[in-house]
């Protein structure tokens, strides 16, 4: 028996990790981890400081994916597909 689901859906189910997130990041779009890390402004109290060093799962709408989003000009088919292969990389 087999059972078909979307991407959306493991998504949806298992959200991926930060680490695994930005594995996937870095095969669809390589030296994107270090532009992104750039761009985060050293401001410990920054929104986006904190959501880059404390979130534990990446998620449609939260901080972290808006500023990837935003500061690598993504657009949301793509950012769509990034979710999807991020919840396949090893934890």
């Known amino acids: 028996m087999t059972v078909d689901i979307s991407g959306d859906q493991i998504v949806s189910a298992l959200p991926?990790?930060?680490g695994q997130f930005f594995a996937a990041l870095e095969v669809a779009?390589?030296?994107s981890t270090?532009?992104?890390?750039?761009?985060v402004p050293s401001d410990s109290t920054s929104p986006t400081n904190r959501a880059f060093n404390s979130t534990p799962f990446v998620t449609?709408?939260?901080a972290l994916l808006s500023f990837?989003?935003?500061?690598?000009d993504l657009s949301d088919v793509q950012i769509s597909d990034l979710l999807?292969?991020?919840?396949?990389?090893?934890?």
């Open 16 to 18: 991926p990790t930060q």
């Open 29 to 31: 779009v390589p030296g």
């Open 34 to 39: 270090a532009t992104v890390r750039a761009a």
């Open 60 to 62: 449609l709408g939260c």
């Open 68 to 72: 990837v989003q935003s500061t690598l």
């Open 84 to 91: 999807a292969d991020a919840a396949l990389q090893p934890k």
